[in-house]
């Protein structure tokens, strides 16, 4: 992947990457790639590799707002069809001690988890508002791959 890449093509790549692999193997089967990052000042934060790691991608998130992106790709290779779409998503953390997130990261296991975090095991300690999909945040737009789906 291109280091030049943005948050929003880095995604997509990875999804159509994912996709294609896998399309590959099964050349009669509809395929779906996601691939989902947080970005937040410049830089993207993926999985953290470590309990350090995402520590200290969370207190960098702490009462900060970022942006979720989304690749999502499509590939049904004996049909010779393939699509994709970006999804993007604003969050807005609460501002939590550093106890408290100690213990929210204890809880949710954040090591699979892109920006160290569990949307959807969140019970509002942590995320303060959402500005888009929700879904996207926990990992797969739901609302727009149906439309995508429908129309495929």
Known sequence: MPPHFSPGETVLY???AKARAIA?????ALVLGVDTVVAFEGEIFGKPSD???AETMLRRLNGQSHVVYSGVWLAHFANGRECGFIEITHVHFRRLTSDALRHYLARIGPLDKAGAYAAQDDRGELIHSVDGSFTNVIGLPMERLE????AF
């Open 14 to 16: 990875n999804a159509r």
């Open 24 to 28: 590959r193997q099964h050349r009669d």
């Open 51 to 53: 309990m350090e790691k």
């Open 147 to 150: 439309s995508v789906l429908e």
